[in-house]
């Protein structure tokens, strides 16, 4: 009896720490604060909490039931379970999604391994917040050093899916995860005790409604579906291996509760730090590539060898973070090849790793050499952020949730919720009618209202 449970609850563990080594990532730690800092502060915060439990929540669990139920990635799953039906194109375009998604966080997730080499080669010691402003505007828009790295992080990221080392990641993130989560608590508290720190905790903690405009909430729906992996059927590719007795409801709710902590201390860190030294908020994608490396020497600065250790330890942690999202994206992609196009999981795996950097290439150039060229006002970056995170995977949520709410037959829901009758599943009535009416007319209605801006 005793070793079934343990078996149980780790076979629990796994799943959760896979899902959420999806979810957390370069979302959580570099993305939420600028979007925040963008947003006004506190009021986008709470904005963005009531996304993730009226509409995150859900579409979570959604994703988790479609997966499991069809047992297929999501470029098969639509067919299987509405076959014959346009409902494949659900899964199509979560896998275009995912392709554009990887091509520019790849760039992101490059930096991190330049901030790992110039934080083990004492790069930081000595410098002031001004100089950790120029040094990262030089690093961005230099033309080739961060295409080194870009190739060299999806490069390693192939390596994995081709391998398909699962157990190793899930070993890996069950070690990560915990260690990631200790360092953004330390950091944590020397950030609220930098000098000047209150103003950033205000800037957190004090929401100002009279910054909520529709922009706010296209941000924080965008930001929720992101950060929580949502809108293209990663997760739902993942559940196709959980097994019959994960309760997805329960799963769904550890998952959604560990990404927002993570990209709320994230937030701790970074405007308190940001604040105490004067750099504004809405600086933007460079936030936590200035302001981080500034908290280490602040608090640490007098014992040099700890700020050394302890920011080689955040980069190579943030690294493994957007590795194991990476992944996901990438394997989403490279599976629905494999599998509709009948190309060996190499091939496939090639050709999205290969396409990934040339495009990745346009994206980190728009940042600098190639900054003038621009369509609606934004660079190939800022423009495959935008349409993804704001546009295509909100998107993809909103026909997700009329999937479930209104096509796929409610006895397959409901067995799914119950694990076949064996659970309460009292949240079923709730689940259906936000599927059914609140998620999709506030996504419709935020959408609508806000793309007018495009213009
Ligand atoms: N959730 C990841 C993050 O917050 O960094 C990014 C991501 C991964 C988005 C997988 C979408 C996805 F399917």
Known sequence: MAANNR?????????????????VGL?????????TGN?????????????????????????????RHSQASTGGAYSTLAPGTQWKWVGRIGVLTG????????????????????????????????????????????????????????????????????KGIEKYSKLMMP?????????????????????GIEFLLAPDFSKVNGKVFLGAMGQAFFSLSLGMGCLGTYASYFGKNTNLAKTALSVSAIDTMVAILAGFIIFPA???????????????????????????????????????????????AAITSTISLHEVVTA?????????????????????????????????????????GMGTFDLFDFATTKIML??????????????????IVKEEITNQGTLKGSIYPYLIFILKYIAPVAISFILINELGFLE
Not at 116 to 143: C, E, R, V, Y
């Open 7 to 23: 078996a149980n609850f780790g076979s629990k563990l796994g799943i959760i720490l896979a899902s959420a080594g999806s979810a």
């Open 27 to 35: 979302g959580n730690i570099w993305r939420f604060p600028y979007e």
């Open 39 to 67: 947003h006004g502060g506190a009021a986008f915060i709470l904005v963005y909490l009531g996304c993730v439990i009226l509409l995150g929540l859900p579409i979570m669990i959604s994703e988790f039931l479609i997966g």
């Open 99 to 166: 392709f554009l998604i990887l091509s520019y966080y790849s760039v992101v997730a490059g930096w991190t391994l330049e901030y790992i080499l110039q934080a083990a080669t004492n790069s930081f010691a000595g410098k002031s917040a001004n100089d950790f402003i120029a040094s990262f505007g030089a690093f961005s828009s230099n033309p080739w050093r961060p295409l080194v790295w870009l190739a060299v992080f999806l490069l390693a990221t192939h390596f994995i899916v081709v391998k398909g080392v699962e």
């Open 179 to 199: 260690a990631l989560f200790v360092l953004l608590l330390i950091l944590v508290v020397c950030a609220v005790t930098l000098p000047g720190a209150n103003k």
């Open 274 to 320: 940001a604040f105490s030294v004067g750099i504004q908020p809405d600086t933007g994608p460079s936030l936590v590539f200035i302001t981080l490396p500034n908290v280490f020497q602040q608090a640490f600065g007098g014992i040099p060898v700890l700020a050394l250790i302890l920011s080689v330890m955040f980069y190579v942690l943030l690294a493994v």
């Open 336 to 376: 629905y090849l494999h599998e509709q196009f009948k190309m060996t999981r190499k091939k496939a795996a090639t050709f999205v790793t290969g396409s990934c950097i040339f495009l990745g290439i346009f994206c980190s150039l728009s940042l600098g050499k190639t900054k003038e060229y621009t369509l609606f």
């Open 394 to 411: 909100p998107f993809g949520g909103l026909l997700i949730s009329i999937f479930t709410g209104w096509y796929l037959s409610k006895k």
